[in-house]
């Protein structure tokens, strides 16, 4: 009987130990690095509308609608810091609603057709403001600044 019990327990410790690693492992391995994905040395402001807002670990994801200069529409994925991070710098799961008008700054998808953007800076466009003529810039020049900061239209 006492055999039993320390079997049971050590096959127990055994198990909790290989589900421990394995949580440990998932992040590592569901991580890439940016510059694999993005093209680090450029950067390109988009204006469109909020499709959807994920605030989460380890990216948050928004979906973007951006009208191009032939009158289309497409939808971009734009990947960004952990929710974490961007807690930290005033952003919370409410930041974002669909509808609601932005322009980021970002890198590039290394592949142009997949419409993706690691985004830099992030800045609400009220409706009726007129759009900034510094071609994202400012926007450009500060990256992960709150949602409360100071529009770089107005600077």
Do not use: K
């Not at 807690?87 to 609601?100: C, E, K, V």
């Amino acid at each position: 009987m006492v055999q039993e019990v320390g079997r049971s327990r050590t096959r127990w410790l055994g198990i909790l130990m290989t589900a421990g690693l394995c949580l440990l492992a998932t992040p590592l391995v569901a991580h890439h690095a940016v510059g694999q994905l993005y093209d680090e040395e450029r950067t390109v402001v988009l204006e469109g509308e909020v499709v959807s807002f994920r605030f989460g670990e380890p990216h948050t994801m928004v979906q973007l609608r951006v009208r191009d200069g032939q009158d289309e529409v497409h939808t971009w994925a734009l990947e960004w810091r952990g929710a974490s991070q961007l807690q930290q710098h005033g952003w919370t799961d409410r930041a974002l609603s669909p509808g609601d008008p932005v322009r980021i700054c970002g890198n590039p998808g290394r592949d142009p057709g997949a419409y993706r953007v690691y985004l830099l800076n992030l800045e609400h466009r009220p409706s009726g403001r007129p759009t900034t003529t510094d071609a994202g810039e400012g926007l450009c020049a500060l990256t992960l600044r709150g949602p409360n900061a100071t529009s770089t239209a107005s600077r």
